[in-house]
């Protein structure tokens, strides 16, 4: 029990990529004009959110549905992949969370796939367990995003959906 309190107190996973984005309502603002223009604009549109857009609005989404995340920062990589970075309290520490995955659109569903996580220095394995709790205990994985994707693509920075 001491060492895995001693993994969890220690260790931040880095992301692939050294930056951050600013939270502000003005980029909320941004990403939810683009966002009603998609949805009206019909099949075969696309639309470009970026990590700035995205992130703020991942705040405010775990903030609307009690997740208990703090400091949020999501990244588009350059190998395609998207990741969510941010503390959870674990026993009373904060432990700074990676999850890495993509967002599944097949099916006509709209669900992120959590590919890899890591907790603090803890094993897969556990950081694995720690995360898809608080994932599935606050129902974060499905988006209901109101209308069905053709693709979902990250590339370094930027995020598009085309319908």
């Not at 992301?15 to 984005?21: L, M, T, Y």
């Not at 075969?44 to 703020?56: D, K, M, P, R, Y």
């Not at 609005?57 to 992949?81: H, S």
């Amino acid at each position: 029990m001491i060492l895995i309190g001693i993994l969890i107190a220690t260790g931040d996973p880095a992301a692939c990529v050294d930056r951050r984005s600013t939270v502000s309502q003005s980029a909320v603002d941004a990403l939810q004009l683009k966002w009603d223009t998609f949805k009206a604009a019909g099949p075969g549109a696309s639309v470009q959110f970026s990590e700035a857009e995205v992130t703020s609005r991942g705040v405010a989404y775990v903030e609307e549905r009690d997740v208990p995340i703090k400091d949020l920062q999501i990244y588009f990589c350059p190998d395609g992949t998207a990741e969510a970075k941010g503390k959870v309290n674990v026993l009373g520490r904060d432990v700074s969370v990676l999850a890495r995955g993509t967002l599944d659109v097949s099916g006509g569903q709209n669900r992120i796939v959590v590919d890899e996580l890591k907790a603090g220095n803890l094993p897969p394995w556990v950081s694995t367990a720690v995360v898809n709790q608080v994932i599935d205990r606050n129902n974060v994985r499905d988006l209901p995003l109101g209308i069905t994707l053709a693709s979902s693509i990250s590339t370094d920075g930027v995020h598009t959906l085309t319908r």
